[in-house]
C-alpha cells in the first residue's frame, strides 16, 4: 500500500504566494507520474500541473506562467509553487501518483487526502 501525505496549502491574499508538497511513502519501486488537481464544490476535478518521471511538466492555462511543479526523486515528494494566486485559485487541491510497487508489477494511482487552498483578501 501507498501513503499520500500533503501539507501547505492555506489562506492567502490575492498576489501572495504558497509552495504544496506531497510526500509518497509504503510499497514503492518507482514512480512514474506525479500531479496536481483541484476541485471546487460542485465542480469536476480538473488537472492543475503534471510530471513526468524525466521532468516533462503539463499545465493548465489558467496556471501557466504562475505555478510550478517540481519533483525530489530522492524523497518521493512531489511540489507546486503557486505565485500570483487569484480568488479563482481557492479549491482543494489533490496530488497523485503513479506507483509501480514491484519490478515489472503494475502501476496503480494513488490520491492525496486534499488540502484546501483559499484565496482572499
Known amino acids: 500500500q501507498v501513503q499520500l501525505v500533503e501539507s501547505g496549502g492555506g489562506l492567502v491574499q490575492p498576489g501572495g504566494s504558497l509552495r504544496l508538497s506531497c510526500a509518497a511513502s509504503g510499497s514503492i519501486f518507482s514512480i512514474n507520474a506525479m500531479g496536481w488537481y483541484r476541485q471546487d464544490p460542485g465542480k469536476q476535478r480538473e488537472l492543475v500541473a503534471a510530471?513526468?518521471?524525466?521532468?516533462?511538466?503539463n499545465y493548465a492555462d489558467s496556471v501557466k506562467g504562475r505555478f510550478t511543479i517540481s519533483r525530489d526523486n530522492a524523497k518521493n515528494t512531489v511540489y507546486l509553487q503557486m505565485n500570483s494566486l487569484k480568488p479563482e485559485d481557492t479549491a482543494v487541491y489533490y496530488c497523485?501518483?503513479?506507483?509501480?510497487?514491484?519490478?515489472?508489477?503494475?502501476?496503480?494511482?494513488?490520491w492525496g487526502q486534499g488540502t484546501q487552498v483559499t484565496v482572499s483578501s
Open positions: 510530471i513526468t518521471s524525466g521532468g516533462s511538466t
Open positions: 497523485n501518483t503513479d506507483v509501480r510497487s514491484r519490478p515489472n508489477g503494475p502501476t496503480y494511482r494513488y
